[in-house]
């Protein structure tokens, strides 16, 4: 089914019935009647961040969110310093 959303906790106990070894990825993929490289991918995720796997549609990693977050509070420190710098050219014409 093409656009079928599924959740966290979902993709969590398809990835542990693999891993248990109680299921193949094929079983499962058509069982559910999606692709077998969406289950693989499930995998890959899980397996490399069991934690924080699978965040939900638009929500970050833990990490990606404060990594996000210091790129914003930079550029708009970069923006005022280019605003100080315009002023600072101004004031340094018009004070003579």
């Not at 069982?31 to 077998?36: Q, R, V, Y």
């Not at 990490?63 to 315009?86: G, H, M, P, S, T």
Request: charged fraction near 30%.
């Amino acid at each position: 089914m093409k656009g079928q959303r599924f959740d966290a906790t979902f993709k969590k106990d398809i990835v542990k019935l693999y891993c248990s070894g109680a299921r193949t990825c094929p079983s499962l993929a058509a069982e559910l009647g999606i692709h077998e490289n969406t289950v693989y991918k499930w995998i890959q995720q899980y397996k490399s961040d069991p934690e924080h796997a699978f965040p939900g549609s638009g929500n970050l990693k833990p990490d990606e969110d404060e990594l996000r977050k210091a790129q914003r509070r930079i550029k708009e420190l970069e923006n005022e310093v280019d605003i100080l710098k315009q002023a600072a050219v101004y004031f340094a014409k018009n004070s003579k």
